[in-house]
């Protein structure tokens, strides 16, 4: 049974750093896309960042860019997401998502393409 098992969140003070990171198992694919969303409180969840198990693609919403950097290991299945010079507008729960058909809305990060996700990991920045 696939498993996504987010870590890593946290209360953060504003233009301080954390990363986060997402554990997958219970799955054999080789080609997939793996993300991230968040959902602040009062608005709708919204892809942040995906990247496809090729790793020669990685997405970024403009509110994240030159902030965040996503990575993949794909020996340990596992999704980091570097966040730097966070904002209080960051605050949300992050979730992680998979894709497991490596489609082209996948590696668009659209919600709608990935099929499995993480419980969530609260992200705080506030001083």
Same mark, same amino acid.
């Given at each position: ?14 233009? !301080?750093?954390?990363?986060? +990171?997402?554990? %997958? ?7 997939? =896309?793996? &993300?991230? $969303? ?8 919204? !892809?942040?960042?995906?990247? +496809?198990?090729? %790793? ?7 509110? =994240?860019? &030159?902030? $965040? ?59």
């Amino acid at each position: 049974q696939l498993q996504l098992v987010e870590s890593g969140g946290d209360l953060v003070q504003p233009g !301080g750093s954390l990363r986060l +990171s997402c554990a %997958a198992s219970g799955f054999t694919l080789d080609y997939y =896309v793996i &993300g991230w $969303f968040r959902q602040a409180p009062g608005k709708e969840r919204q !892809g942040i960042s995906c990247i +496809s198990s090729s %790793a020669d693609n990685a997405n970024y919403a403009d509110s =994240v860019k &030159g902030r $965040f950097t996503i990575s993949l290991d794909n020996a340990k299945k596992t999704v980091y997401l570097q966040m730097n010079f966070l904002k209080p507008e960051d605050t949300a729960i992050y979730y992680c998502a998979l894709d497991s058909r490596d489609s082209v809305l996948g590696r668009q990060c659209i919600q709608s393409a990935f099929g499995s996700w993480g419980q969530g990991t609260q992200v705080t920045v506030s001083s």
